[in-house]
Structure formats: structure tokens, C-alpha cells
């Protein structure tokens, strides 16, 4: 072989490349410039740390606090909680294999720091507020009538100001959870979600204006906004509480159905019998049909789309007498995706399904006695 086609035979190789191949290592590249980038800022920061330093005052010791202030002490939790909350995410960005889309071990310890978190996080914040409920819930800002024989109002220092409590900085993520629970449940639950999240954004947003604007005027917040009592929405949280529980409700309604006894009118036989019966999901509440009709004592193929793409589906066939004795158990499939099920031959009676990755998915298969259909 010539120089020549040696020269375009190695060129081949860069010009047209295995795509499939090099598109592998593209996370690593995008991880790979994400580290030079760092090391060059790091680089960059270590060589003008002159022109970097602070230009602030050092802070004076710490002294007295002054009578009627609360300043709110420091805490390690807000930084704990969010790191179980990112392994949760990596968790579902990794996957776990073949029909199950999130690693149940990294996300199992994602949920473990984000509970400590969060239960860390709330019994500090409760202790705090305990203490300033045994204390008339810190500051009064009130004018006290001379000769009442009430206490004085308390004076805050000029130049100070302390924000108020607010409980939406806690509401707000319960619609964010919502959210994130509707897109594996059902969209009811994103609706409620929603509603939860933009409800305590405008609340968050007068609470901060209405302070803002007081402080703005140039005299310190009034008392609705200083009082932990007075500032949370008594009205507001039980309208929180029946909007998650509806969507629960209708969420879960299939599966807390199969809790009902079953009975069929008489002379309601449904549908023919067929060997080739079909199944599908276009949800992760319930199959897109309730029942399927199949002859007793035959083998038949069971189509099944899964309609959802990238969730896994399955079909399970329980024995009614024993439903943790499964009589049949298909393979996950991630949609979108079709597979043909290999039924086994099933006496008369009445069957539950279900899928073992989304239990509210559930159906009941029909075993009708007589001869086989023609078909």
C-alpha cells in the first residue's frame, strides 16, 4: 500500500470515528474540564490573593446581647439535609441496573442524612422557639398604656433590626415534595404540589414586603410580624392539609380499592375469553385496563406496552389464596418498550395483578372455564 492511502486510512480514523464509543466518555471529558476549570479559579485566586483579601473590619469581641433581642444561633443542619437530598438525586441519576431506575444503597443513605438532617434541624429550631415562648415570644413592640400596671414595651437599640419568624421557609419544600412524588406517582399530586409552593411564595413574599416596607419607613416591624403566634398561618396550613391528603387519596385510590371485598353482578360474565390478551401502563397509579379475560387450563401470551418512557413496568399474578406466593412474575421493562408474556395454564377463578415496582398498579385477571377459544 502506498504512502498515500496509509495517510487517508490513519485520517479515516479521526475523520470518522465509532461515535457510539466516544459518546461513552463524554461525561468524563465534561468531568475533566470541570477540574481544570476549578484548578485554573483556585490558580487564579492564589496569585491576586493580595487584591482578594477582605476589606471588611475585623468583627468586636463578642459582648452582652441586649435585653430583649434574640439573636438565632448557628447551626450544622441546613448543610447536613441538602447532602442527603443530592445523594438522592445521584442515586436516581446513576440507576441501579436492569428494571430498577435509582441505586437503592446510595439513595437508602440519602434518605438516612436528610431524615437526621431534618429531624436535627427541627428539634434545635423547636427548643429555640421554646425558649422565646417561655419569654412572650421575644420582643414586645407594643406602646404600653402608663398606670396599666402592664410591663414596659421594650426598646431595641438603634441600628438594630431582627428579622421575624417566618414558617415558609418550612411550607415552602412540602410542595416541592409533592412535585417530585407526582412525577413517580401521578400528576395530581404535581397539581397539589404546585399549589402548595405557590401559596407559600406569595405568603413568604407579603410577609418580607410588609417588613420591608416598615423598616423602609424608618421605625422597627410591628408586632404581626415579630410574634411567632400571631405570624403563622392557622387558616392557611389546614387548606395545606385536606389539598396533600385529597391528592393521596385519589392517588392511592386504586390501590386502597383492593381493600374492598370484590363482587360480581350475576350474569356479568365481561369479555370473551382470549388467548392473546392485552395489557398496558401510561402511569405509575394503575394499568390502562382493569381486567383481562383468559381461558382456564391454557397457556396464552400476554402483550404488555409499557407506555411510560424510562420507568420500569412488570406484571405479577398472585394467588388469591396466597398472595405472597406469586403465580407468575414477568420481566421489568423500562418504557417505552413492549414484551410478550408466557402465561402458565390457570384454573377458573379470579386473579389479582399488580406491578411489584408501583403497588397501586393493580388489575384482576379473569380465568373463564370451558373450551378454548377458536382464536
Known amino acids: 500500500m502506498d504512502p498515500w492511502n496509509q ?38 485566586w492564589a496569585r491576586n490573593a493580595s487584591r482578594n483579601a477582605s476589606r ?9 446581647v441586649p435585653d430583649g433581642i434574640h439573636m438565632p444561633s448557628g447551626s450544622l443542619w441546613p448543610f447536613v439535609a441538602p447532602i442527603g437530598l443530592v445523594l438522592i438525586f445521584f442515586a436516581l441519576a446513576v440507576g441501579g441496573g436492569e428494571g430498577v431506575f435509582l441505586n437503592i444503597p446510595i439513595a437508602l443513605v440519602g434518605i438516612v442524612i436528610g431524615v437526621v438532617g431534618a429531624a436535627g434541624w427541627y428539634r434545635d429550631a423547636r427548643h429555640e422557639y421554646d425558649q422565646l415562648d417561655a419569654h412572650d415570644h421575644g420582643l414586645l413592640l407594643v406602646d404600653e398604656t402608663p398606670g396599666s400596671g402592664a410591663p414596659a414595651a421594650v426598646v431595641i437599640p438603634d441600628g438594630i433590626h431582627m428579622p421575624g419568624p417566618s414558617p415558609w421557609p418550612f411550607l415552602a419544600p412540602i410542595g416541592l415534595f409533592f412535585i417530585f412524588l407526582g412525577l413517580v406517582l401521578g400528576p395530581l399530586l404535581i397539581v397539589a404540589g404546585l399549589f402548595i409552593g405557590a401559596a407559600a411564595a406569595v405568603g413568604w413574599y407579603v410577609d418580607a414586603n410588609r417588613e420591608f416596607v416598615q423598616v423602609e419607613a424608618g421605625h422597627h416591624a410591628e408586632p404581626v410580624t415579630r410574634d411567632p403566634v400571631q405570624v403563622f398561618p392557622h387558616k392557611l396550613v389546614p387548606i395545606f392539609g385536606a389539598i396533600a391528603a385529597v391528592a393521596v387519596v385519589f392517588t392511592l385510590a386504586p390501590w386502597l380499592l383492593t381493600f374492598l371485598p370484590q363482587q360480581t353482578a350475576v350474569g356479568d360474565d365481561g369479555p370473551p375469553a382470549t388467548t392473546t390478551p392485552f395489557l398496558s401502563a401510561s402511569a405509575a397509579t394503575n394499568f390502562d385496563q382493569g381486567r383481562i379475560v383468559i381461558p382456564a387450563n391454557t397457556a396464552v401470551v400476554l402483550t404488555f406496552d409499557n407506555n411510560q418512557d424510562g420507568v420500569p413496568h412488570n406484571v405479577e399474578i398472585l394467588d388469591p389464596a396466597n398472595t405472597d406466593q406469586p403465580l407468575f412474575l414477568g420481566e421489568t421493562i423500562t418504557g417505552v418498550a413492549t414484551i410478550d408474556y408466557q402465561l402458565p395454564p390457570l384454573p377458573p377463578g379470579t386473579y389479582p395483578f399488580l406491578c411489584t415496582i408501583h403497588p397501586p398498579m393493580i388489575g384482576t385477571v379473569l380465568v373463564k372455564a370451558g373450551p378454548p377459544p377458536s382464536s
Open 56 to 64: 471588611v473590619p475585623r468583627p468586636l469581641p463578642a459582648g452582652p
Open 7 to 44: 495517510a487517508l486510512d490513519l485520517l479515516s480514523q479521526v475523520v470518522t470515528p465509532l461515535w457510539a464509543t466516544l459518546l461513552q466518555y463524554i461525561p468524563l471529558l465534561l468531568l475533566g474540564l470541570t477540574v481544570l476549570v476549578m484548578l485554573s479559579i483556585v490558580r487564579s
